[in-house]
């Protein structure tokens, strides 16, 4: 008889999520069994993970602090109870899932250990202080590999059936070639600005002869999609900010490439199969090496900086870009 596992995962940006896509894959292998996931709603899982075969369920559920804790640890509570799973990995280093697992009375209470999160852990092997410097992937792969669990892919890969994301997002369908612009992030100063988008685009459509160029950015930051169309006054360009993430999905399967900041579409479009450009001037492209992500860099970039400044970005050279681009596809 199969094991239940259960695999959790705290972090609410898309990107991070699409980051821990291979471990969570080899711990589904290791057990030769489908896994249940838990994550936050923000990530929208349940439509970019739902034709992965190694997934069984996803469930949400928030990761909330102060009096929100207990009601979020309450909720995780009751799906271990109810799922009676035999193992709940964790893959970062929340208490939250630990305390809530060991509760509900399951016998495998699976992370990575640092501080007090070891107390509610029934693994004894754990992640050391020293190891929360590296990037989310090399922590994950020690994880693994302290647990004895063999990884086969360090790379992300999803695959989706967009058929049924068509209906809501016609307009999205426009006869053409077409390529997409990640131009919003979570994080202000790893965007590009909006004119080196536009002088970019004008390029591109001339030497490529494309015809339309998808606008990528949270309803949050409409306000870029909408500067770049204002000042450009051009309308090759496709507004995507009012879309969910399933037209997000729908317009990079749709595109030759996609060219933008280091943030969600990036990662996502990588893990699609999408040729995928990352504008990156502000953060280090090390953390991209388990990516089909081509980094483009200003020329005197230095790796493992984080400059937390937008103006930064505007050392990216837009004509550096272009050929770049232009060289790889």
Excluded at 73 to 78: D, E, Q, R, S, W
Aim: net charge positive; with cysteine; glycine share 4%.
């Amino acid at each position: 008889m199969n094991k239940k596992i259960c695999i959790v995962y705290t972090h609410h940006k898309l990107g991070d999520l699409i980051w821990q896509l291979p471990y969570i894959k080899a711990i589904s292998e290791y057990h030769q069994t489908k896994i249940s996931l838990v994550v936050r709603k923000k990530t929208q899982a349940k439509n970019i993970l739902k034709d992965l075969e190694h997934i069984k369920y996803i469930f949400y559920n928030d990761f909330r602090k102060g009096i929100y804790y207990f009601i979020d640890t309450l909720k995780l509570y009751k799906i271990f109870k109810k799922e009676n799973f035999d193992f709940v990995y964790i893959l970062d280093k929340v208490n939250k899932p630990a305390i809530a697992a060991k509760l509900a009375g399951i016998q495998n209470v699976i992370g990575p250990g640092l501080r007090n999160q070891k107390k509610w852990l029934t693994n004894k092997h754990y992640l050391e202080e020293d190891d929360w410097k590296k990037n989310y992937s090399e922590q994950s792969q020690k994880f693994l590999m302290l647990n004895s669990i063999p990884l086969k892919n360090f790379f992300p890969e999803i695959n989706i059936d967009t058929k049924e994301f068509e209906k809501d997002n016609q307009d999205l369908l426009i006869e053409g070639k077409k390529i997409s612009f990640g131009v919003d992030s979570f994080e202000d100063f790893k965007m590009w600005q909006e004119e080196n988008f536009i002088r970019l685009a004008d390029m591109l459509i001339k030497e490529k002869k494309l015809n339309y160029i998808y606008l990528l950015c949270g309803p949050d930051k409409s306000h870029i999609a909408e500067n770049i169309i204002k000042l450009s006054g051009k309308d090759y360009f496709i507004n995507c900010s009012s879309k969910d993430l399933s037209g997000v999905i729908l317009a990079i399967n749709n595109s030759e490439f996609l060219v933008g900041n280091n943030s969600g579409p990036l990662n996502l479009a990588a893990a699609l199969g999408v040729k995928s450009f990352g504008l990156i001037a502000n953060d280090p492209i090390s953390e991209l090496k388990y990516s089909k992500i081509i980094p483009i860099t200003p020329d005197d970039y230095q790796d493992n900086i984080w400059i937390r400044d937008r103006e930064a970005m505007k050392r990216l050279d837009v004509q550096k870009v272009f050929e770049t681009i232009i060289k790889n596809i």
